[in-house]
T-cell receptor, first 113, second 114 residues
Framework: DGGITQSPKYLFRKEGQNVTLSCEQN?????MYWYRQDPGQGLRLIYY???????QKGDIAEGYSVSREKKESFPLTVTSAQKNPTAFYLC????????????FGDGTRLSIL | EDQVTQSPEALRLQEGESSSLNCSYT??????LFWYRQDPGKGPEFLFT???AGEEKEKERLKATLTKKESFLHITAPKPEDSATYLC???????????????FGKGTHLIIQP
């Protein structure tokens, strides 16, 4: 079955540590996205990529980094510069083109130890 | 700046009691409005895309409608399995390349009691 796989489901970060969240898709989508979801808030865009080896900052990119070396993969690194990293992180993908819906993985919940 | 406001924040209904959820939006020009369903601990599940005022789409007990300023998600004779958070999102016409991120509302938490 085609879909988006995020791992791990739960992740714990120590102070000063960088952690990487995995996102893999087999939907043959060109575009991939990372969102952050906090309680009582809407999803907020961190980074997005329309094509391999290219990506753009979203609304809240500070303290995060990404790479897009393969079409299927778009890992997100939460760096020690992100002072409030506790959140639910969602990865999505879509075809490139007008009005293409984004399809989401089941998220990674990141907490601070 | 694009904005999406959903109301109510939470809604509790009896099984079979129909109602509507509201999504008001402000964008420079609407390319598409999207409805998603999100279950606890899961990612959003795509429901509908609406493109222009007057458009309607249906899926089982759900019907989405669109005007120039808002969208409604009508739920007819809901069942307990319809309980979820419903999210509304917009994509603006000034988005470049057709693959920009969406602007989401905070969602409506819907509970259907048996």
């Amino acid at each position: 079955d085609g879909g988006i796989t995020q791992s791990p489901k739960y992740l714990f970060r120590k102070e000063g540590q960088n952690v990487t969240l995995s996102c893999e898709q087999n939907l043959n989508h060109d575009a991939m996205y990372w969102y952050r979801q906090d309680p009582g808030q809407g999803l907020r865009l961190i980074y997005y990529s329309q094509i391999v080896n290219d990506f753009q900052k979203g609304d809240i990119a500070e303290g995060y980094s990404v790479s897009r070396e393969k079409k299927e993969s778009f890992p997100l690194t939460v760096t020690s510069a992100q002072k409030n990293p506790t959140a639910f992180y969602l990865c999505a993908s879509s075809h490139v083109g007008e009005d293409q819906p984004q399809h989401f993985g089941d998220g990674t919940r990141l907490s601070i130890l | 700046e694009d904005q999406v406001t959903q109301s109510p924040e939470a809604l509790r209904l009896q099984e079979g009691e129909s109602s509507s959820l509201n999504c008001s939006y402000t964008v420079s020009g609407l390319r598409g409005l999207f409805w998603y369903r999100q279950d606890p601990g899961k990612g959003p599940e795509f429901l509908f895309t609406l493109y222009s005022a007057g458009e309607e789409k249906e899926k089982e007990r759900l019907k989405a409608t669109l005007t120039k300023k808002e969208s409604f998600l009508h739920i007819t004779a809901p069942k307990p399995e319809d309980s979820a958070t419903y999210l509304c999102a917009v994509q603006a016409e000034d988005s470049g390349g057709g693959a920009d991120g969406l602007t989401f509302g905070k969602g409506t938490h819907l509970i259907i009691q048996p």
